[in-house]
Antibody, heavy 120, light 108 residues
């Protein structure tokens, strides 16, 4: 059974960098059948795609966030990570890491999500 | 950018059929996925590639997609189906994952 678990600070100050890591268990991040994605959800609002990364390191980012987002993968630890720079209160959200099918782009396994609050 | 439009809310009595729509320009040419999200929980994939169900999802959940509208149909609705539902596609023209705004299903 594949499991994804987000980890990282729950509170980030404005203008600083949000950093989260997703640890994958029960499956290999180096599988060519999947992308590894981050999706966020502001409190009381809908889902917003942030970006995804392939095991090879290829990345695709939401245009609206592209200038501030970096995704990376660490195959030795079976983890992938998100960095979002220059955060504001608008970046306060539950952040989910998600396994996404390579051909379908359907998110079949999701982490439980982690709330990140941007506040001084 | 590609836009998906969902009704904010749908209400249905227990045992009846709920239909949640997802509108988009020529969405019938894309593969649509549907997620169920209950309060405080992560979304769960309930239909992928328009009409397929992941293992463990009841047959009561079905999907269709044609023209400018995709539809998630929930038959014999139960109280436990009350949740937010999101549609999602991959827009190849922009290389973006796109979500609909979500529909809150209320079981009366």
């Amino acid at each position: 059974q594949v499991q994804l678990q987000e980890s990282g600070p729950g509170l980030v100050k404005p203008s600083q960098t949000l950093s989260l890591t997703c640890t994958v268990s029960g499956g290999s991040i180096s599988s060519g059948d999947y992308y590894w994605s981050w999706i966020r959800q502001p409190p009381g609002k809908g889902l917003e795609w942030i970006g995804y990364i392939y095991y090879s390191g290829s990345t695709y980012y939401n245009t609206s966030l592209k200038s501030r987002v970096t995704l990376s993968v660490d195959m030795s630890k079976n983890q992938f990570s998100l960095k979002l720079t220059s955060v504001t209160a608008a970046d306060t959200a539950v952040y989910y890491c998600v396994r996404v099918g390579y051909s379908s782009f359907a998110g079949d396994y999701w982490g439980q999500g982690t709330l990140v609050t941007v506040s001084s | 950018s590609y836009v998906l439009t969902q009704p904010p809310s749908v209400s249905v009595a227990p045992g009846q059929t709920a239909r949640i729509t997802c509108g988009g320009n020529n969405i019938g040419s894309k593969s649509v996925h549907w997620y169920q999200q209950k309060p405080g929980q992560a979304p769960v994939l309930v239909v992928y590639d328009d009409r397929d169900r992941p293992s463990g999802i009841p047959e009561r959940f079905s999907g269709s997609n044609s023209g400018n509208t995709a539809t998630l149909t929930i038959s014999r609705v139960e109280a436990g189906d009350e949740a937010d539902y999101y549609c999602q596609v991959w827009d190849s023209s922009s290389d973006h994952v796109v979500f609909g705004g979500g529909t809150k299903l209320t079981v009366l």
